[in-house]
């Protein structure tokens, strides 16, 4: 399991030398192949298996990855430090560092039922004129809310659904024996 807070402040180290070169979305192109690399290929378990000398680890990301000099840097620095396995949580830190950066909000709209995406995309609308950003929408569907909507921005939780309007005049209503 990847430790996130470390992951983090990697993320956040990359994207202060990215932000001052301007350099942002070369970055976040080039930590994805990184992560590619180092967490998700076949070559994944022999760059995180600390039996393998970090001098052959290390050889094998210079030969791997054609990527900018400080970019390899971070990801023999992630090789060495025997976090390879976490180059996708700290390439998916630093995509959420650069969309704040750049005033984009995800969001996670649930639904009992399928939105049309032109549903979607206006409920994107909405939330993007309410946040002062540009909102990129996700649907989901769980039938358990019954209706309504549940939306969710980053750490925001915003619950329209029935099922959680019928808990709370469930609740209301034991209250008042």
Do not use: C
Not at 1 to 18: E, K, S, T
Not at 26 to 52: F, H, K, M, N, Q
Not at 133 to 147: C, E, L, M, N
Request: zero cysteines; a neutral charge; charged letters at 25%.
């Amino acid at each position: 399991m990847a430790d996130l807070p470390a992951a983090r402040r990697y993320a956040q180290a990359a994207f202060g030398i990215a932000r001052d070169a301007g350099t942002i979305a070369t970055w976040r192109e080039e930590l994805d192949d990184v992560a590619a690399v180092l967490a998700e290929s076949g070559l994944a378990p022999v760059l995180a298996d600390t039996r393998v000398p970090i001098e052959q680890r290390i050889a094998m990301v210079e030969r791997t990855l054609d990527v900018s000099p400080l970019v390899l840097n971070v990801a023999k620095l992630l090789v060495s430090k025997s976090r390879a396995r976490e180059a996708r949580a700290v390439a998916d830190a630093f995509g959420r560092l650069a969309d704040d950066h750049e005033g984009i909000a995800h969001a996670e709209v649930t639904t009992a039922v399928e939105l049309a995406p032109a549903q979607l995309d206006a409920i994107a609308q909405q939330l993007g004129a309410s946040l002062g950003k540009q909102v990129r929408a996700v649907g989901t569907v769980d039938p358990g809310i019954v209706g309504g909507v549940v939306v969710r921005v980053g750490d925001k939780l915003v619950d329209g659904s029935v099922r959680t309007r019928l808990k709370r005049l469930r609740r209301e209503l034991e209250g008042a024996r």
